[in-house]
């Protein structure tokens, strides 16, 4: 009895401390890796023009949809641009822009600026919305499917290799 | 030339380290009780010349030395004197300097205040600790060196975190150290005690003195870090749960459960192996603190500048600790025979141990399952304040009846005669909670137990403070302390008025029975700082009291970061407490505005539970 | 006769409280809910841009009649457990939520039988 006491002691201490030297190189902040494969229901998002509302049937009609949640008075948005504008000349792909917290004149004025990507232009005034994406700060990017299921999520600024993965998805059938 | 005199001394002292052991190790050869005259002056030589070391570090964030990579990356030039000297201490390198001060000077008063008690005990103990020491000292060599120099030189440094700079902060860390790391004289000890076979109350008594220094400091410690918190950080609190404020924790509840088993080792010679157990967990948990703090594995406002390296290092050496604590403890145990009886001082004092073990298992585990779950499930999950407060109050409650009776009893047996006068003690806290509750405002019913319960533990120190001796003084003060501390807390927490709202320059705002108005913004050019001055009113239409507050937003130059500075005023019936920062993209400012009554008794509570345990230091001193 | 009184006022105390939380607090959510874009900060204490949508959405959501569980499991759905900081009860948190009143119970066992032993051979 003494015996079994002892030997799960000493490996309770030799699991606790291995564990700690697993997480020794782990990145210890928020991820949003378990995004990935979940359903985006409830799409109910105001267009950016008109009184128009897109839903999940809207997105449905495309292969495959990238939101991209943007604003005129976010730098790196300005980054990722170049990016957005490759991006948009895809044939599977149909970009969903969402103007988050943004005033009208100024996206405008952004766009105008810097080239449309966008295929759907939707507005969050409030952010409610951008909440149901799980947003939690702009530049953001979600690559769904026709079934609404989230293949990848981009949180910061779009670069070259986020392109190259992008493209390799939806060109891979 | 500071980083080669630093080099220099860093490695005298390892020299040092092993000669003590070798001379330890030959004394312990000659059969007589005499300890070499030798090992005394080298244990002496070897505190002064850390302390030098110590010194040397200091007076290059004095002359603000950028040949050190330490210095460079932590000072400024036109930081104030004060924080170049906290400056310090105030970074890993320099705090584990800190570590190995500590750590050698208990080594050395160990030493020379324990004359009276075996000689394989001191000797083994000083083995011991010397191991330890030599442990730090290799960390510091090979990994985080306070001498590395840079080059070329450069011209300025990076500065401090300004929030960093602070008073309660430059103060915060000795105290801290002195307490968890001074606990590593009475792991070392217990450890030599297994190994010289010296146990019983005679072991207690040779570490009593340093089981409370090092208690007092780790409660005043924790206390200014407290303090730090709430005037600093912005949001009112000053307990956030929070990984690096657990960390504190968890030696303190071991060492106050080690606190209250001493006693029975002492008086009656029992709970040998579960006061070593005690001893060896208290110094294996501030190692453990410090791994997790220090490698960045845990996720903490307290941002620590962390790096996977110094993980292993420290991870290696709790192994060592851990698994050597644990082959002793295994090959020494024997069970013993202790009869402990109901009702009798023992039986609370192992209450007392059992309550501690509860927070304790509680803290430790909400600290470390994220570190877990992420591990094997990979679901980063969070810990937080509704956690601990939903798992550990109601547990409060009941120990605060303990902690009532408890002195009560007395050693050996007791029967309670006393339960009459319990009972109206209970009935006055009952009553006493009912006015405050009927008359000023209504809470939940935990609330309730918990202000019935405290206040019943302070009417029962009071009472026992007129009955007992004046031997139990100390106790009585600590206990005392603590009912009022869980009463503060309660009391502020159900009391306190908080209110979150928007205003722009020039607009005033109604709330309820508080009239808010930002009269004024002016910029200010400081030092080392500009700021954006706030002038707010307040004016409470039920006390027809009208205050103004000065909430800061400041901009730090080196290295530039922005910081909200509360603006508090003080009273002994509570705090008024004000926050502003502004909303991005907007001409509007978020106020936060908090009344917290008795803000202040929570720290003079806190002041006189550790003045309790300095009155048991003092008493126990004065027996020897 | 006391003690009677004792128990009466008791129940007093229990009767006012329990038409003060029939509420769902908006602030005690907020305090449960994790900044995620600032270190180690419940939403109720920053005032982030993320915390002040956050802020609206579980207002949103009080106003439909949602109770806190729902509002909880909502946002976790969309973003991942880390922004509760009270842990749901469920399997993988079993241990934190069961080992620490497990260790209260072997605790107080454990006197038990110290105490008993005792006893026996006195």
Not at chain 2, 326 to 351: A, G, R
Not at chain 2, 454 to 477: A, E, Q, T, V
Not at chain 2, 511 to 521: G, K, Q, V
């Amino acid at each position: 009895m003494q015996k079994i006491i002892k030997s799960i002691i000493v490996f309770l201490f030799i699991f606790v401390l291995l564990v700690f030297y697993n997480s020794l190189n782990r990145e210890t902040n928020y991820s949003t890796d378990y995004l990935v494969g979940n359903k985006l229901t409830n799409i109910n998002l105001k267009s950016f023009d008109d009184n128009k509302i897109y839903t999940s049937e809207d997105i449905q009609k495309s292969r495959y949809t990238l939101i991209n949640f943007w604003a005129s008075w976010c730098a790196p948005c300005r980054i990722e641009h170049p990016y957005l504008m490759q991006l948009s000349k895809e044939k599977n792909l149909k970009i969903l822009g969402v103007n988050f917290k943004d005033k009208k004149i100024n996206a405008s004025k952004f766009l105008n600026e810097l080239g449309n990507p966008y295929y759907y232009m939707a507005k969050d005034t409030t952010g409610k919305q951008s909440v149901n994406f799980g947003i939690y700060g702009i530049p953001e990017s979600i690559l769904i499917d026709n079934e609404t299921i989230v293949l990848k999520k981009f949180v910061g600024p779009l670069n070259k290799q986020n392109l190259n993965d992008i493209k390799e998805i939806i060109n891979s059938l | 030339m500071l980083s080669n005199t630093g080099n220099f001394l860093l490695f005298i002292n390892i020299f040092l380290s092993f000669l003590i052991i070798y001379n330890s190790f030959k004394c312990l050869k000659i059969k007589n009780n005499l300890i070499f005259k030798n090992i005394y002056q080298i244990s002496l030589l070897q505190s002064t010349l850390v302390l030098i070391c110590f010194f040397t570090l200091t007076a290059a964030f004095i002359v603000s030395d950028f040949s050190l990579i330490t210095v460079y990356q932590n000072s400024h030039s036109l930081k104030p004197l004060f924080y170049k000297i906290s400056g310090t201490w105030g970074n890993h390198e320099g705090s584990l300097l800190l570590w190995v001060i500590i750590l050698t000077i208990f080594s050395f008063l160990f030493l020379i205040f324990n004359k009276n008690h075996s000689k394989s005990y001191r000797l083994y103990t000083l083995i011991i600790q010397n191991l330890l020491i030599l442990g730090f000292l290799f960390f510091i060599i090979f990994n985080s060196n306070p001498f590395s120099s840079i080059s070329p030189i450069p011209k300025e440094g990076l500065g401090l975190n300004p929030i960093l700079q602070d008073p309660a902060l430059a103060i915060h860390p000795p105290l801290l150290y002195i307490g968890f790391v001074g606990s590593s004289i009475y792991f070392s000890a217990a450890m030599a005690s297994m190994i010289s076979n010296y146990f019983g109350s005679l072991f207690a008594q040779s570490i009593k003195s340093w089981v409370l220094i090092s208690w007092i400091f780790q409660t005043l410690g924790i206390l200014v870090g407290s303090i730090w918190a709430y005037y600093e950080l912005g949001w009112g609190g000053f307990w956030f749960w929070d990984p690096v404020e657990n960390a504190s924790l968890l030696p303190w509840f071991a060492m106050t459960a080690l606190l209250h088993s001493l006693l029975v080792l002492e008086k009656r010679n029992m709970l040998y192996f579960w006061t070593i157990i005690l001893c060896l967990m208290t110094f294996t948990l501030s190692v453990t603190g410090t791994f997790l703090v220090r490698s960045g594995i845990l996720n903490s406002v307290h941002t620590f500048a962390n790096d996977p390296s110094r993980g292993i290092y420290i991870l290696i050496f709790l192994s060592l600790m851990i698994f050597a604590s644990i082959y002793f403890l295994f090959s020494k145990y024997k069970p013993t025979n202790d009869l402990i009886n109901s009702n009798s001082k023992e039986t609370f004092v192992l209450i007392n141990n059992w309550f501690m073990m509860f927070y304790l298992v509680t803290v430790l585990l909400g600290t470390l399952y994220p570190i877990f779950t992420d591990a094997i499930s990979n679901n980063k999950i969070s810990v937080g304040p509704p956690f601990y407060n939903s798992v550990i109050i109601p547990v409060v409650i009941v120990f605060l009846f303990f902690m009532a009776i408890g002195p009560q009893a007395k050693w050996i047996k007791n029967k309670f005669s006393n339960l009459r006068s319990t009972l109206s003690i209970l009935s006055g806290a009952i009553i006493i909670n009912f006015v405050i509750f009927y008359f000023l405002k209504s809470y939940s019913l935990i609330s309730n137990l918990i202000l019935i319960s405290s206040l019943f533990l302070i009417m029962s120190s009071i009472f026992d403070f007129f009955k007992k001796s004046r031997l139990s003084f100390p106790r009585i003060i600590s206990h005392l302390s603590f009912g009022f501390l869980i009463l503060f807390i309660g009391l502020n927490h159900n009391f306190s008025v908080e209110k979150d709202f928007n205003l722009k320059l020039g607009e005033a705002k109604k709330i309820d029975n508080y009239e808010f108005a930002l009269l004024d913004l002016k910029l200010s050019q400081e030092n080392n700082y500009k700021a954006v001055v706030g002038k707010l009113e307040v004016n409470n239409s039920n006390t027809m009291k009208r205050r103004i507050l000065y909430p800061e937003i400041r901009i730090y130059d080196n290295p530039q970061t922005l910081t909200y500075e509360a603006s508090i005023q003080t009273s002994f019936l509570g705090d008024h407490y004000l926050t502003m920062s502004n909303i991005d993209r907007s001409e509007y400012y978020n106020i936060k505005f908090q009344h917290k009554p008795l803000m202040i008794w929570i720290w003079i509570s806190v002041l006189l539970l550790s003045f309790g345990g300095f009155l048991s230091l003092f008493k126990n001193a004065k027996n020897n | 006769m006391r003690f009677k009184i004792l128990l009466i006022i008791f129940f007093l105390n229990l009767n006012i409280n329990l038409h003060a939380n029939e509420l769902v607090e908006e602030s005690k959510i907020h305090k449960n809910l994790r900044c995620l874009v600032c270190q180690g900060q419940s939403i109720a204490d920053s005032n982030s841009d993320f915390a002040l949508t956050l802020k609206m959405v579980v207002k949103d959501l009080i106003d439909q009649g949602k109770t806190e569980d729902e509002i909880y499991s909502f946002l976790s759905d969309k973003y991942g457990d880390w922004i509760l900081y009270k842990p749901k009860i469920n399997q993988g948190n079993l241990l934190l939520w069961g080992l620490p009143y497990l260790a209260l119970i072997i605790g107080g066992v454990i006197i038990v039988f110290l105490i008993r032993k005792s006893s026996k051979k006195a």
